[in-house]
């Protein structure tokens, strides 16, 4: 069956990316419960990688001082490794090119660096501790089509 990426939009897709994010987050990475749902998780828009109706991937986008930033990507255990990653990247990148938002930023562990410098992003200042682990700032300035339009609610 192939995947589809998508923007959320119900309950059930909400919930189901939730609990993803739980597994991958809390279980799997030991983040602790308390930090992995933010105050950022009702102002984002959140997109996810499905096959069929089964939420295999997840991430969000949310406006920050005028950039978006893209946090919470996580794939399925299973699913890792198959391009989902990516893919999820690549919809929330146009989410942000659609609101006309010129700079990415997103905070990384450092077993995923190389990933997201495969996408263009680049490491920024020195590493630094959230959500109770050390990751590194990368950023991605977006090059912008005339017809973008909109902007990312604060």
Known sequence: ???????????????????????????????????????????????????????????????????????????ERKERGKGLGRGIMLELESIAKRKGVKKIILSSNFQSIPFYEKLGYRKRGSPFVECGGEVQGMTKCLSLSPSSQGRLQD
């Open 1 to 75: 069956m192939d995947v589809h990426y998508k923007v959320i939009e119900d309950r059930r897709e909400l919930g189901a990316s939730r609990f993803l994010r739980y597994k991958v987050f809390v279980e799997e990475q030991k983040v602790p419960e308390c930090l992995e749902k933010d105050r950022l998780d009702d102002g984002s828009i959140h997109v996810i990688a499905c096959r069929g109706r089964r939420v295999i991937g997840t991430g969000r986008i949310t406006a920050a001082h005028g950039n978006a930033k893209i946090s919470r990507l996580a794939v």
